[in-house]
Nanobody, 119 residues
Framework: QVHLVESGGGLVQPGGSLRLSCAASGRILSINTMGWYRQAPGKQRELVATITRVDSTTYADSVKGRFTISRDNAKNTVYLQMNSLNPEDTAVYSC?????????????WGHGTQVTVSS
């Protein structure tokens, strides 16, 4: 079995920063793309950022210049550094990973961590 566990969410004031982490564990042969998604109340889930195994990154326009995604392949962990947070960033943030297991690439999700930006 494979598990993705997020941490680092919480309550922060506008303009503040948070760093999210997501660690993958289990019988993992390799991890390809890892990413962060978010879903705000009443809205659809949206992509925040992705990173490939060779550190090629993509970002949603709304977070460019404020968020930075990174990963540690030795630890099977992806990070999301979030700066200059504003109330529109409030959402449940979930990590995603494409993992090679048993000869097949499969898509895995974490349960999510709440980020609330409020004064």
């Amino acid at each position: 079995q494979v598990h993705l566990v997020e941490s680092g969410g919480g309550l922060v004031q506008p303009g503040g920063s948070l760093r999210l982490s997501c660690a993958a564990s289990g019988r993992i042969l390799s991890i390809n793309t890892m990413g962060w998604y978010r879903q705000a109340p009443g809205k659809q889930r949206e992509l925040v950022a992705t990173i490939t195994r060779v550190d090629s990154t993509t970002y949603a326009d709304s977070v460019k210049g404020r968020f930075t995604i990174s990963r540690d392949n030795a630890k099977n962990t992806v990070y999301l550094q979030m700066n200059s947070l504003n109330p529109e960033d409030t959402a449940v943030y979930s990590c995603n990973a494409v993992i090679l297991r048993g000869g097949f690439w499969n898509n895995y999700w974490g349960h999510g961590t709440q980020v609330t930006v409020s004064s």
